[in-house]
């Protein structure tokens, strides 16, 4: 299973866009890329997920270049309900069911 | 319903004691995870069941014994845990609709092992 790297913890203020860098070097010809994200004593929450160039839905935007060795979650004027720890995972149906592994994930600080 | 249920939400049990879990989805999904989740760490894969058959067991202790009665329901048969699988567990679904796919989670069991 690929590996991934995220940053630990990220911080930003209310209203302004929020990069996230997830490197995948290792990331494998079928494996697609998803985002969730994870509130306290919550399950994790699917939001967005890619293949290659750019996918943006009604929450994020997603940004793979074309080596697919990495990608960016863009998340546009958060707020404070944005604080959570969010996740970068690359995988595939394989076998009969998805093959993923969580990273570390980032922890993002929304400050007022 | 678009929705993963578990329940409990919260279970504390003995060392001796034997408790269960439940998850259940009615989107149709047709695998279903179970995860642990130890404080400020990533969730962790225990089972995967693929069309009611265990597909994956990553090395998890005989003491969690998983059960997938049928394709709604799943189950965590919990006997003899130590104070160390004091976790949230998750329990997740996804469609396998194709080579793209995206799981959805439960809100989870707090499990308190005395």
């Known amino acids: 299973l690929a590996k991934t790297t995220q940053p630990i913890s990220m911080d930003s203020y209310e209203g302004q866009e929020v990069n996230i860098t997830c490197s995948h070097n290792?990331?494998?010809?079928?494996?697609?890329i998803t985002w969730y994200q994870q509130f306290p004593s919550q399950g994790p929450r699917f939001i967005i997920q890619?293949?290659?160039t750019k996918v943006t839905n009604e929450v994020a935007s997603l940004f793979i270049p074309a080596d697919r060795k990495s990608s960016t979650l863009s998340l546009p004027r958060v707020s404070l309900s944005d604080t959570a720890v969010y996740y970068c995972?690359?995988?595939?149906?394989?076998?009969?069911?998805?093959?993923?592994?969580f990273g570390i994930g980032t922890k993002l600080q929304v400050i007022p | 319903d678009t929705e993963v249920t578990q329940t409990p939400k919260h279970l504390v049990m003995g060392m001796t004691n034997k408790k269960s879990l439940k998850c259940e989805q009615h989107?149709?999904?047709?695998?279903m995870y179970w995860y642990k989740q130890k404080a400020k760490k990533p969730p962790e894969l225990m089972f995967v069941?693929?069309?009611?058959?265990?597909?994956i067991n990553e090395s998890v202790p005989s003491r969690f014994s998983p059960e997938c009665p049928n394709s709604s329901l799943l189950n965590l048969h919990l006997h003899a845990l130590q104070p160390e699988d004091s976790a949230l567990y998750l329990c997740?679904?996804?469609?396998?609709?194709?080579?793209?796919?995206?799981?959805?989670f439960g809100p989870g069991t707090r499990l308190t092992v005395l």
């Open positions: 069941y693929s069309y009611e058959k265990l597909s």
């Open positions: 997740a679904s996804s469609p396998l609709s194709g080579s793209t796919d995206t799981q959805y």
């Open positions: 290792n990331i494998a010809t079928n494996d697609y």
């Open positions: 890619g293949y290659k």
């Open positions: 995972l690359v995988g595939v149906n394989s076998g009969g069911y998805q093959k993923v592994t």
């Open positions: 989107m149709g999904h047709r695998a």
